[in-house]
């Protein structure tokens, strides 16, 4: 079986916010039928006092199961990120029925296995591909003001961005047909780093900082960083926070010793 040239080290973090409740669910996954491959995900929650909970706990969940069922034989990752969206998002769909409100939840899910990294995104949760204090690579968030953006009508997606900047057409549980993005890379190399981030937490930074503070810190002082100034900048008015971060180190060396050598007399 290959093996990783890598370390992962990974962390977690949430906070409630100044709401509330907490409606983000955030995961680190490992599971015994594939070993060597870490699965993180962040989903953020919407539809009522407990609709979005009900939700994001929904996707974390499902992710759980069909990673800890699934086995190197059965699929291939990106269809195991497809599967887990699909599934997620219909069993939402369901729940719906018997709701007052539209429970819908967005999602970022990243593997990290040997030398690879595949990611998928539905809704506005993000992730960040860094290296070297720059990012290389970030989701695009399926809103409305994106969409008008990436069509051209920057009149347009301006005045979404000021007014419905939190409009989503794309998200696990929504009536439209889900949207899921899934991409991919081979390309891995030391002091790569990956952020997954709702919105209550990017919201407060531009691309350069997230980058910059990824190179510096290891994961776990990375994720007490990003929160600390994320509560400072909301100033009181801050959504519920929840983030992974996940960094790629240098395998440890193996210890020597030096062993006198014994002459029998």
């Known amino acids: 079986m290959a093996t990783s040239q890598f370390k992962v080290s990974a962390a977690i973090a949430e906070h409630l916010g100044d709401r509330s409740e907490q409606q983000d669910r955030v995961a680190l996954l490992t599971s015994p039928r594939n070993p060597g491959t870490l699965l993180a995900i962040v989903a953020d929650g919407m539809g009522g006092r407990t609709g979005g909970r009900m939700a994001s706990d929904q996707v974390v969940s499902t992710a759980a199961a069909l990673f800890g069922e699934m086995s190197e034989r059965d699929t291939t990752l990106p269809d195991l990120l497809r599967q887990i969206g699909s599934e997620a998002h219909t069993v939402i769909r369901l729940s719906a029925l018997s709701s007052e409100k539209e429970p819908h939840s967005t999602m970022a899910a990243l593997f990290v296995k040997r030398d690879i990294a595949i990611w998928a995104h539905a809704g506005d949760t993000r992730l960040y591909w860094c290296r070297g204090g720059r990012v290389l690579r970030r989701t695009v968030d399926h809103t409305v003001a994106s969409q008008l953006q990436a ?115």
């Open 151 to 265: 069509e051209g009508r920057h009149e347009e997606a301006e005045v979404a961005a000021h007014h419905y900047k939190n409009v989503l057409y794309s998200a696990l549980g929504i009536r439209n047909q889900l949207k899921l993005d899934v991409d991919e890379t081979h390309d891995l190399r030391v002091g790569d780093a990956f952020l997954l981030a709702s919105d209550g937490l990017w919201a407060y930074f531009e691309d350069d900082e997230v980058a910059s503070l990824l190179d510096r810190l290891t994961p776990t002082p990375a994720c007490q960083q990003l929160v600390k100034l994320a509560r400072e900048r909301a100033e009181g008015r801050g959504d519920n926070l929840s983030l992974v971060v996940v960094k790629l180190e240098s395998p440890a060396e193996p210890q020597k010793f030096d062993v006198p050598e014994l002459r029998s007399p």
